[in-house]
């Protein structure tokens, strides 16, 4: 298989899986939905945890900032969904490239703690701000225009999960562009040694700062679409809790590939849907029983074991 | 003309221990100087505040001339100071091709590019083929470098700083690790390095010293206690009481 075949095989994926996933599950599709945006949300994180080795437990200050910018905007501004989004994409690139000045200085523990700390204060900021963010009620009665002015939003969420999926779809090609350029073999480099590049002329603290930065822009986006199509944002989007939740989802999908991110949220969102169905009280259990079992037999993620499995189903030896 | 890489009064001292102790040195091109001295000596220390690691307590460190010794690792790599590690520093992930193309990225300061375009593509595969025929490596370009002898891997680690084409280099004991069946693999690619380059290198094998080095900078706590030609050094029966007559235990 060439480069070229490999390269339109992957693009061909999220398109495809989208299909079957509206076929099988036709009257799901606001759940769906919810799963593509969740994806896209874990897709941002993998990049930094991931690919710059950073682990955070405050990517939901990035994706809340999106959500609320985008709410905002929808009440106060103008209800266009695609300028919402790139609103959503802006307030997670700001707060991400603010915070990443003071972060992306520490290291470990610190930078784990001080990212708890910003999501907090955050979270604080905006419970406090009744007047403008609704508090612990949030912001609901959100009614967006029809996309691109054509489509309306319908309320089996039909245009929102054809919504979210082809902003996924178009993010993770851009992705797939970046982690391959200059810019992301370097980002993976600084991962493995930052003080090497340090001593090859590399400027770490600023490739640090672009890939949060970045990152952040996704999460926001993430955060848009989720407004826009669930219509209501409340402050669990800016929780710690709800970090550690997309935390879980890359290490079940293995961090530090797309793929991982993407069948992560699929595989977690999958779960809980089902779990909770079956007991609503003890379905966190499941997760955490097959989170274990993951973390023990499958050290790579879900997409990891897969690989493994297709590479020895080939006789190739693992790459 | 002034020399490639200078210090003056290089002093480094940790809490009371003087690691470094008023060091002049003066690395010209086409120089090939070797560092040596016993355990502790300060030869690593000394080369961490030349490359910038470390920061001195007092003294100054100039490249071609201009003061950089408060400037950090990487504004000196810029300058043409590059130095490779003593226990090997690879990216661990990466295949042979791609860490030499992660130095090649910098030195073409491409770090934050987002697209490689082919006039950056062309520069930035010139730099690694060449290094891959430099240490002699093509056929090892898609191999993950964990996967290598250990030998193999401080080739990488010297073609690392070889893809940077600098001025001075301090190679932090080139062939530390490296067992003496393939420590001639390293030794014929500094033997193939650039005349013009100014090359600076701890070691501890007194035979590759001698057949490398045209001066000898011997350390002892900290401070520089001789220097000389290599047959000078070798007839200072000083060095040989303090470092020589040690060595040969």
């Known amino acids: 298989m060439t480069n070229l075949h490999r390269s339109i095989g992957a693009a061909a994926v999220i398109p495809l899986a989208a299909v079957a996933l509206a076929l099988i599950f036709p009257n799901q599709q606001a759940f769906l939905a919810q799963i593509a945006i969740t994806a896209l949300v874990v897709l941002s994180l993998d990049l930094v945890v991931g690919f710059a080795g950073l682990a955070t437990l405050g990517h939901a200050a990035m994706y809340g900032a999106g959500a609320y910018g985008a709410a905002l905007y929808a009440l106060h501004v103008w209800a266009e969904p695609l300028t919402g989004l790139i609103v959503g994409g802006l307030a997670g690139a700001t707060i991400a490239f603010l915070s990443a000045l003071m972060l992306m200085r520490s290291h470990g523990l610190t930078f784990l703690m001080m990212t708890v700390a910003i999501t907090q204060i955050l979270y604080e900021i905006v419970n406090k701000s009744r007047a403008v963010t609704g508090g612990d009620d949030g912001l609901y009665g959100i009614v967006m225009k029809p996309l691109l002015g054509v489509f309306e939003f319908d309320f089996y969420g039909r245009l929102a999960f054809w919504y979210a999926a082809v902003v996924l779809w178009l993010v993770f090609l851009l992705l797939r562009h970046i982690v391959a350029s200059p810019f992301g073999l370097t980002v993976r480099a600084v991962r493995d040694d930052g003080d090497r590049v340090a001593t090859l002329g590399g400027n770490i603290f600023g490739h640090r700062v672009a890939l949060y930065t970045l990152s952040g822009a996704i999460a926001g986006l993430a955060g848009a679409l989720s407004a826009q199509t669930v219509q209501v944002v409340g402050l669990h989007s800016l929780s710690v809790t709800f970090s550690a939740d997309i935390l879980v989802m890359l290490v079940m999908g293995g961090a530090g590939r797309l793929w991982g991110g993407l069948l992560g949220a699929l595989v977690f969102m999958m779960i809980h849907h089902y779990a909770a169905e079956i007991d609503p009280v003890r379905w966190m259990l499941f997760v955490g029983a097959i989170l274990v079992a993951i973390v023990l037999f499958l050290p790579k993620g879900l997409f990891g074991g897969l690989e493994a499995l297709v590479n020895r189903l080939r006789g190739r030896a693992p790459a | ?249």
């Open chain 2, 1 to 249: 003309m002034s020399a490639l890489l200078e210090t003056r009064s290089l002093s480094k001292s940790f809490g009371g221990l003087n690691v470094t102790n008023n060091v002049d040195l003066a690395i010209s091109s086409g120089d090939r100087v070797a560092l040596i001295g016993p355990n502790g000596a300060g030869k690593t220390t000394l080369v961490n505040l030349m490359s910038g690691a470390l920061p001195v307590s007092s003294g100054e460190v100039l490249i071609g001339g201009d003061t950089v010794t408060h400037m950090s690792q990487q504004d000196r790599a810029h300058r043409g100071l590059i130095r490779t590690f003593q226990i090997t520093r690879l990216f661990e992930s990466m295949t042979v091709a791609d860490i030499l193309r992660v130095a090649a990225v910098q030195k073409h300061k491409a770090g934050l590019k987002l697209r490689w375009g082919r006039a950056r593509t062309d520069l930035v595969e010139r730099d690694v083929e060449r290094v891959l025929a430099d240490i002699k490596m093509q056929d090892r370009r898609d191999s993950p470098v964990t996967l290598l002898a250990y030998g193999e891997q401080r080739l990488v680690e010297l073609g690392v700083a070889l893809v940077m084409q600098p001025r001075v280099l301090l190679l932090d004991e080139p062939a530390a690790g490296v067992p003496q069946s393939e420590s001639h693999i390293i030794m014929d690619a500094i033997e193939r390095l650039p005349s013009d380059l100014g090359v600076v290198f701890i070691e501890h094998d007194m035979d590759l010293v001698f057949r490398f080095a045209e001066r000898i900078v011997v350390l002892v706590n900290g401070g520089v206690f001789a220097t000389g030609t290599t047959d000078e050094i070798a007839a200072n029966d000083d060095v040989r009481a303090i470092y020589l007559g040690e060595a040969d235990e």
